[in-house]
Structure formats: C-alpha cells, structure tokens
C-alpha cells in the first residue's frame, strides 16, 4: 500500500473515532439516544448552552487530542491541499446503530 494511501486511510479511521468520541459525549450530555436528535441538534445545543463548551470538549481527552494533533497526522488531498475532514467536522453528520 502507498504510503499516502496508508495515511488517507489512518486519517479516516483517527477521524471515526472522532466522530464516535463526540457522539458518546453527546449521548452523556444530552442524557439522550435519539438519533435524529443527536445527529443534527445536540451539538448545537450543546455549544449554546453549556458553559466554556469548548474547553469543556478538550477535556475529553479522545476529542482534545484529535482536535489537537499536529499537521502532520492530517490527512491532506494531493490534488485540492483540503484535509480529510470526519462526517462531525464537515457537517455530513449521519450516526447509524445509534
């Protein structure tokens, strides 16, 4: 495997866990397992009414250290420069099995 696929696919994988770590979050927030809720809302809601929301987010150590990692752990397309966002990052966000 290239080297640059190996490292697209290390970025898709650090960024599902990601988006898993912010959805566990969410749940104990929100004390909620509504899908439909939990997928378009609950972030929201969570960053209008919670105090120091993003401090708060960087304690969790999973999210604080994804949202923190060097650029070099980024995956970066080769013809566009974007980084490969996860699903919660680009606003794509669709959780199954919640």
């Known amino acids: 495997m290239k080297a640059c696929a190996f490292k697209k ?9 990601f988006d898993d770590e912010v959805l566990r979050f969410l749940r104990r927030w929100a004390i909620s397992d509504d899908e ?10 969570f960053f209008l009414l919670a105090q ?4 708060t987010l ?3 150590d999973a999210i604080g250290s994804h ?3 060097h650029f070099e752990e980024v995956y970066f397309d080769s013809t566009t420069g974007d980084p490969l966002l996860s699903k919660l990052s680009s606003g794509s966000v669709t959780w199954p099995g919640v």
Request: hydrophobic share 40%; charged share 20%; aromatic share 4%.
């Open 36 to 45: 439909a809720y939990l997928s378009t809302d609950a972030l929201l809601d």
């Open 9 to 17: 696919e290390l970025a898709k994988r650090a960024n599902g866990i």
């Open 58 to 60: 960087l304690q969790q």
């Open 67 to 69: 949202l923190g990692r």
């Open 52 to 55: 120091n929301p993003l401090h």
